[in-house]
């Protein structure tokens, strides 16, 4: 039986406008993403990365006003290194690290809500 999780992370900026949070280890195949916007400008960056594998899930240079939905994937690999498509990214016990950045202009208190959902 499958078993499906969310992990959610309340961003909140601090006084350079920027936040950074590392949720609590998961397992499994990550299969979707969610921001729903607060005040955050809408040219500030958003880096989704695996810590203790040191990869990147997930790169947005300007998230927009708008929510959204997306679907990280990674390039998937035959035995000689050609790439044949892609598949989602697999975790094992494996923390989260959310890291926002706004523009210099843009100060701190600043609000939005990401999730991850995770399913194995």
């Given at each position: 039986?499958?078993?499906?999780?969310?992990?959610?992370?309340?961003?909140?900026?601090?006084?350079?406008?920027?936040?950074?949070?590392?949720?609590?280890?998961?397992?499994?195949?990550?299969?979707?993403?969610?921001?729903?916007?607060?005040?955050?400008?809408?040219?500030?960056?958003?880096?989704?990365?695996?810590?203790?594998?040191?990869?990147?899930l997930l790169?947005?240079?300007?998230?927009?006003?708008?929510?959204?939905?997306?679907?990280?994937?990674?390039?998937?690999?035959?035995?000689?290194?050609?790439?044949?498509?892609?598949?989602?990214?697999?975790?094992?016990?494996?923390?989260?690290?959310?890291?926002?950045?706004?523009?210099a202009t843009?100060?701190g208190g600043?609000?939005?809500?990401?999730?991850?959902?995770?399913?194995?």
């Open positions: 039986m499958l078993e499906y999780s969310r992990h959610r992370f309340d961003i909140v900026t601090d006084t350079g406008g920027d936040f950074v949070d590392t949720g609590p280890p998961i397992s499994g195949h990550v299969v979707q993403t969610r921001y729903v916007p607060g005040t955050l400008s809408a040219t500030t960056s958003l880096t989704l990365a695996a810590v203790d594998a040191g990869f990147t790169t947005i240079a300007a998230l927009g006003a708008a929510a959204f939905n997306k679907i990280p994937k990674q390039v998937g690999l035959d035995t000689g290194g050609s790439a044949i498509g892609t598949d989602y990214f697999v975790l094992s016990n494996e923390r989260l690290r959310l890291t926002v950045n706004q523009s843009d100060t600043k609000t939005g809500t990401f999730y991850v959902w995770s399913v194995r």
